[in-house]
């Protein structure tokens, strides 16, 4: 009789169950890897010469196509003669503002260096995009579409539609981006755009093919670096479903307005006699109103459709502001939802600090800046993130953004709000000036509880939407008016806040929020990636081991 055989050594039975425990985690959060390299190269989005941005040879980039939870990897070798960072906007990189890809949180990728982005779409669906943020780079293309569907056996409040079609819209100019910073440079605004392109392309430079009858949905990103855009789609009524991560009660638009950094998703039955139509592309609240076409192409098409183009939104503020009020969430529908203090009910739980914002423009040292709260942000020498893990001292100064407006005069800072983990906070953003704000919050969803003309006060909570308030990443502030949002502060990290009027962004109009908790931990916020890149005072620092 043989001997009983002898168990298998410790290490062997540890690699075992580490083996299994990796295999089921990539059987349930896939992995998608991508390699992109960027370049410059010559573009003619408007018919002129220009150096854009490309992501392997593409103008606009690659689309990345996800589903929820997925683990998306992306690897960025940097072929320009400057530094370069890309950042994801909407997707909230839960615990981990060390792969939000602004100069805040991440040292940009040298000239010849390359950087892997490791990130998680972690409960979120939806239409976002990405884009460069660096030395206005967003003035040169360098940007693309991010799809996020939801998981196979979570259903969608609508029937899946025949096909899935991407618009990243915008704003652009001749000049390129270079010149345009310049001009900022020197102490001066932007002009108008020149033009809109739709997904690089100028007039009627993208056909999208239907089949009669069927039903498709389009995702339009507002991916401009200047003006508020209009959609509408000539013989076709829009059906929202969708707004940045938050499936929408289903109403019916002829025309819907998209702000700077916006993204909305609604669907398109073509149930039109066979033919060409127009999806027109206009600017809002400009002089001149600027114009773009694509062309909603019928695969059984006779020509050009007859009916006439529709006409335009007016002018005045109400229509837009009564558009943005009528955008419910859809209280019903499966998927995942931002979750303050494990309660869905947002209206229910008690805020614990109010935060007034106010944006302003000013002139500091014979030059033009645009500020919050009188603090017009200017870049330190080291990323505010990695200062902060270093514990290196006079990057910043934690507070130096104030909660409330001062009413002096506006100055230079490096500004930094402090914020606690698991605070619940209401966020007044207060516009008086007669320009249509923007702002975006990276690492968050809020819920845009209320807005109106003139000065908020206290009293202003009485009108709040405290039930069906749509959630989602970036609002819009009308001239003379606010915003009010809540946010749960559930997210550890180093987040930028800002306008997403670019030239207002480059020229001091934002902030960062750095929502602390004090246990330190890893169930807080993820560790130091050990491949971050290390630059002005953390130069030679080490990461973690490997």
């Not at 076709?236 to 009660?249: A, D, R, Y």
């Not at 939104?313 to 009528?326: K, M």
């Not at 207060?430 to 809020?446: C, K, R």
């Not at 509880?449 to 003139?454: A, I």
Request: hydrophobic letters at 35%; charged letters at 15%.
């Amino acid at each position: 009789m043989e001997p009983p055989s002898s168990p298998a050594p410790l290490f062997l039975v540890v690699l075992f169950l580490l083996g299994s425990l990796l295999l089921q985690a990539r059987a349930d959060d896939p992995y998608r890897f991508y390699t992109w390299n960027v370049t410059f190269g010559d573009i003619y989005p408007l018919g002129v010469k220009q150096e854009g941005i490309l992501i392997n040879g593409q103008f606009p980039g690659p689309q990345i196509d996800a589903v929820t939870n997925d683990n998306i990897i992306v690897n960025v070798f940097n072929n320009l003669p400057v530094p370069f960072l890309l950042s994801w906007q909407g997707i909230q990189q839960r615990r981990s503002s060390w792969q939000d890809g602004v100069y805040g949180t991440n040292c940009p990728i040298p000239p010849g260096g390359n950087f892997t982005y490791n990130m998680q779409f972690k409960d979120q669906i939806g239409t976002y995009y990405y884009f460069p943020s660096l030395l206005f780079h967003k003035a040169a293309g360098g940007y693309g579409g991010i799809r996020v569907l939801s998981r196979p056996r979570i259903p969608v409040p609508f029937d899946p539609p025949a096909g899935d079609f991407t618009i990243l819209a915008g704003d652009w100019f001749k000049l390129n981006h270079t010149d345009l910073k310049g001009i900022l440079d020197s102490g001066n605004d932007l002009p108008l755009p020149d033009g809109l392109l739709i997904n690089g392309q100028g007039w009627n430079g993208n056909r999208f093919t239907v089949d009669q009858g069927k039903t498709y949905r389009f995702r339009v990103s507002n991916v401009g670096i200047a003006t508020s855009v209009n959609i509408r789609i000539q013989g076709h009524s829009m059906l929202l479903v969708e707004v940045e991560g938050s499936h929408t009660m289903q109403s019916t638009y002829t025309s819907i307005d998209i702000h700077l950094g916006q993204s909305y998703s609604f669907l398109v039955t073509a149930d039109q006699p066979p033919a060409d139509y127009s999806i027109i592309i206009s600017t809002r609240f400009t002089t001149p109103v600027l114009t773009t076409t694509a062309i909603l192409h019928y695969s059984n098409s006779n020509g050009a459709a007859t009916v006439p183009p529709p006409a335009a939104p007016t002018v005045e503020i109400d229509f837009s502001l009564n558009q943005a009020r009528s955008i419910r969430w859809n209280l019903t529908a499966s998927g995942p939802r931002p979750n303050p203090q494990g309660s869905y009910h947002y209206g229910l739980v008690n805020t614990t600090r109010t935060i007034i914002l106010a944006n302003s423009r000013a002139t500091i040292n014979g030059k033009l800046r645009y500020a919050v709260n009188s603090i017009s942000f200017i870049p330190a020498d080291t990323p505010l993130k990695v200062a902060d893990f270093y514990k290196i001292p006079g990057v910043f100064t934690l507070g130096s953004m104030p909660d409330n407006p001062t009413g002096g005069g506006a100055y230079l800072q490096t500004s930094v709000m402090a914020a606690n983990m698991r605070d619940y906070v209401e966020i007044v953003f207060q516009n008086t000036e007669n320009f249509v704000q923007s702002w975006h919050i990276d690492g968050y969803a809020f819920w845009v509880v209320g807005m109106d003309g003139g000065q908020w006060t206290p009293a202003s909570r009485q009108g709040y939407n405290l039930r069906d308030a749509i959630a989602r990443y970036t609002l819009q502030v009308y001239p003379q008016s606010w915003t009010a949002i809540y946010m749960p502060l559930d997210n550890v990290g180093m987040w930028n806040v800002r306008s997403e009027s670019w030239a207002r962004q480059y020229l001091g109009q934002q902030f960062y929020l750095r929502v602390y908790s004090p246990a330190n931990s890893w169930r807080d916020e993820n560790p130091i990636p050990k491949n971050a890149l290390l630059c002005g005072r953390a130069s030679g620092r080490r990461t973690r081991p490997l």
